[in-house]
């Protein structure tokens, strides 16, 4: 949250100092590999607005976070480490957009396909539907969302934010459902 806060202000080597930490606490996280591609493709479009102290800091910095890899090269490394985990992917496919509109294609593909991640659940399914629905995976994911709502609607079935709510039956007795007053005075009969 901290980087989130810096990056909106730009705010250099506060948000150095927020990825370091939050390296320092979960590595394999999906958000901080996110934030990383974020952070190195900042650091390519200003580096010749940095003062010479600030890029002393990032040139001494830098290759803990992210070596010598570019921006592109970090999000393609966060799919590629973590291929089972929708989470990942889907923060390697929101970059790979974010560096490249014309991936757009690719990056939908990479997400929507929910046999390839047989242990997500459906909360990063939401993720992923926010995604698409938001234009955060381009025009492509746009188009590819209601495909995707219905799958994820077979794959969780009683879950209304999917598209998976399925019909509710009239409440009678007989499935523990409160009566109406209609029902109630026909039973005591």
């Known amino acids: 949250m901290a ?3 810096y990056y909106r202000k730009g705010r250099i080597l506060l948000m150095l100092r927020a990825l370091k930490r939050a390296l320092a606490l979960a590595p394999d996280s999906a958000r901080l590999a996110a934030q990383l591609v974020r952070f190195r493709r900042l650091l390519d479009e200003r580096q010749a607005q940095l003062s010479e102290p600030v890029r002393a800091v990032l ?18 490394r966060t799919v590629a480490q973590q291929p089972e985990s929708l989470e990942h992917v889907l923060q390697g496919a929101r970059m790979m957009f974010f560096l490249d ?4 294609a690719e990056a939908v593909k990479l997400v929507s396909d929910l046999a390839a991640f047989p242990s997500c659940t459906w909360q990063t399914c939401r993720d992923v539907l ?3 629905l938001d234009g955060e995976l381009g025009p492509a994911g746009e188009a590819a969302a209601a495909a995707f709502r219905a ?3 077979v794959r969780f079935p009683y879950c209304a934010v999917l598209g998976g709510a399925l019909p ?5 007795a007989e499935n523990n459902g409160p009566l109406t007053a209609k029902q109630a005075g026909s039973e005591h009969k």
């Open 3 to 5: 980087f989130e806060i």
């Open 59 to 76: 040139a001494e910095a830098a290759p803990a976070l992210f070596g010598d890899l570019s921006a592109q090269q970090l999000a393609d």
């Open 101 to 104: 509109k014309s991936r757009d």
């Open 130 to 132: 926010t995604a698409m």
């Open 151 to 153: 799958a994820c609607a």
């Open 168 to 172: 509710r039956a009239e409440p009678t």
